[in-house]
């Protein structure tokens, strides 16, 4: 029997709970097949004068009328909010959107097997502990049903130049230390092909980890796997 424990360290804290973020990831919970390429396309902007111009573009592309300008008008203004911080608290706040909509994602695709509140874990940025064997690196996503059993765990990357060979090995030695119990997985707002040439250009193989590109966000493959 594997042990596992999954400690969150509290300090995504402030850019998770930020009502901006959580304003975004609640109308791309339920709207988001409509919706999710206009706001991936936002989100890989990094700066405001570079949002300002992008969101006008997108405003042009649809009728005034329609249902997807009629949702991304609900949150410009939150999207507008986090782009006018200052850089370092932008990128966070970025990033939390990512991590969010996934932990909300988790939440659901897991209820179906809930048989008791208990058996059901999730974390965001997390340090987890395998069989009394503990990491100092963090997962950005855990979650499980070891009554199942079924765990995975997630680096996600806005993008994807971001990832780091560090980050490749941690989840590769997590698949390893839990028996294969736990699927270790890298999504973000990058195409696949780019994720894997990124995985190539540090010299390293996805092995057992499972990687989600932009593409996934709207056939949400990661739910089913």
């Known amino acids: 029997m594997i042990s596992i424990t999954a400690e969150a360290t509290g300090s995504r804290e402030p850019y998770i709970t930020d009502p901006d973020v959580n304003s975004v990831v609640d109308l791309l919970i339920d709207d988001s097949d409509k919706i999710i390429d206009d706001v991936i396309y936002i989100l890989i902007i990094s700066k405001l004068h570079k949002f300002e111009s992008t969101y006008k573009d997108i405003e042009d592309f649809y009728d005034s009328d329609s249902i997807e ?40 695709k897991y209820e179906c097997h809930r048989d008791t509140i208990d058996c059901d874990h999730f974390e965001i940025d997390c340090k987890l502990t395998i069989n009394g064997r503990s990491s100092e690196k963090t997962v950005d996503i855990y979650a499980s049903n070891l009554s199942i059993p079924k765990a995975e765990c997630y680096e ?50 996805p092995g057992n980890i499972i990687c989600y590109g932009k593409q996934s966000f709207t056939k949400r493959d990661f739910l089913t796997s």
């Open 69 to 108: 300008l009629t949702l991304l008008s609900s949150i410009k203004e939150n999207l507008y909010n986090i782009y006018e911080k200052d850089d370092g608290y932008r990128g966070n706040l970025r990033g939390a959107i990512l991590e969010l909509f996934i932990f909300k994602l988790m939440q659901k």
């Open 156 to 205: 996600c990357k806005i993008n994807i130049s971001n990832l780091d060979a560090d980050d490749i090995d941690h989840l590769n030695e997590v698949h390893h230390f839990s028996d294969g119990l736990i699927s270790p997985r890298v999504i973000s707002f990058s195409d696949v092909v780019t994720i894997k040439i990124k995985f190539r250009e540090l010299g390293k193989s």
